[in-house]
């Protein structure tokens, strides 16, 4: 899967390859699905985990805030692949926190981590799954230095904002119908710099009821 992205130059960073053959996307997917296509997977609660190519752009996007010692936060954390590769980079000085709506989903993706490379962080503590509405973010352990947003939101929640550290990057799905992966990086002023890597299709960041719902 990785050499695969190497070969079309989705993936260029040797920390990225690393981080993603070490981190089994085969402890992430349901039973019986095929973990290495590189497509999104339904995971249940209309809910998906992203296709190999997006992980590897949204890690290479926030490479630099994702060195050992940094704090990352997963927005939406799903089945906990992204978490987990976080907190493999960020190490264990560092802070990985994932945070889920779906309440299954927390405890699925939990018991994922066990069976990954990433089982002694979640087990020291440096990496964290909690059920919680991601577009407030989770103050506890803010600032952040790499925020990584798993649905599309019509808007970038202020809370998301706030929680970004100075010198921080939140990669994020923006819109509607019609979305853009945007990349925002707060100055030490903290005024924002935003831009678009690419055009994306997401699921809606929205309320747990709305999202069992179907929207």
Known sequence: MV?????????????????????????????????YVDSPMAIGYNATISAP???????????ENLKPGMHA???????????????LMVGPQGRAVGVEHIPELVVSSIQNIEKSAAAPLLKEGSLSVHVGDGRKGWP?????????????APEIPQALID??????????????IFQDLKVVD???DGSLSIWSETSVR??????RDAQLRGW
């Open 73 to 87: 936060l997963d927005i939406g954390s799903g089945t906990g692949y992204l978490t987990a590769c976080f907190a």
């Open 202 to 207: 997401y699921v809606p960041l929205t309320s």
């Open 163 to 176: 929680q970004l550290k100075p010198g921080g990057r939140m990669v994020i799905p923006v819109g509607n």
């Open 3 to 35: 050499e695969h992205l190497q070969h079309y130059g989705v993936i260029t960073s040797k920390k990225v390859s690393e981080v993603m053959e070490t981190i089994d996307r085969a402890c992430f997917v349901p039973d019986g699905t095929p973990p």
């Open 186 to 188: 707060k100055n030490q």
């Open 53 to 63: 190519h997006m992980h590897a752009t949204c890690l290479q996007l926030l490479e």
């Open 140 to 152: 506890e352990f803010a600032p952040y230095d790499a925020i990584h947003v798993g649905a599309a």
